[in-house]
């Protein structure tokens, strides 16, 4: 396993600068999270990032950037992959229930793996297509999954009167804002520095439309 110190700096100090203090045992958490993702990526191909320092930088810091507008009781992580971003929040608000949706297999098993040996009693697994799942949540998270377009259409479902759509992209998406389906309103786009990343990072806060009252 990758040595600690230079990872725990690495992220404490970037949490910093996101203005976030956290805990000691979900720092600890956080690097068990990259210690098992190092160990499955050799077989699985999780991620395309293999070393260490980059996954604190583009994984963990990356999914703890849009952690101010996270909100709500109940979270739901479309396309999860490998836990991103819905893992490291779960960590980080274990009062929060999360569900990590993924149809792939090996994905889905990783995911389970990790809230098993991660002990995270907040979260849980959906091995399906986000289209087949009938709940609704407060958060809907996405990272690279699709366009904004095809995120709502296949998953809008998901999202609550209330909630909110937090969706992770590079540049900024006009295209794809020009094309939100009907329902769905764009309520901000936030530039995101992410500490040690340089490139551009966008979250995309998207809720559905108030429905006009009925006539009488």
Not at 66 to 75: E, F, H, K, N
Not at 175 to 186: C, H, K, L, N, Q
């Amino acid at each position: 396993m990758p040595a600690r110190d230079p990872l725990r700096h690495l992220l404490t100090g970037g949490a910093t600068r996101l203005g976030l203090d956290l805990a000691e045992a979900t720092v600890e958490r956080l690097l068990d999270y990259i210690d098992l993702l190092v160990r499955w990526n050799r077989a699985y191909n999780l991620s395309a990032v293999r070393d260490p320092r980059e996954m604190v930088t583009r994984h963990l810091l990356d999914s703890l950037a849009i952690t101010p507008w996270v909100a709500g009781d109940s979270l739901a992580d479309v396309g999860s992959g490998a836990g991103l971003p819905g893992l490291p929040l779960a960590i980080l608000a274990p009062q929060r229930q999360v569900l990590l949706i993924d149809a792939n297999g090996k994905k889905a098993r990783f995911l389970r793996a990790a809230i098993r040996d991660l002990g995270l009693r907040n979260a849980r697994v959906a091995e399906s297509r986000v289209e087949d799942v009938g709940e609704t949540f407060d958060c809907v998270t996405a990272r690279a999954f699709a366009t904004l377009a095809e995120m709502l259409e296949g998953g809008g479902q998901l999202l609550g009167p209330k909630g909110r759509w937090l969706a992770m992209k590079g540049r900024f998406p006009q295209d794809e804002i020009d094309a939100v389906p009907a329902g769905f309103r764009i309520e901000a786009v936030h530039a995101l520095e992410v500490p040690g990343l340089e490139a551009e990072r966008h979250l995309v806060v998207i809720q559905r439309k108030a429905q006009d009252p009925v006539q009488s």
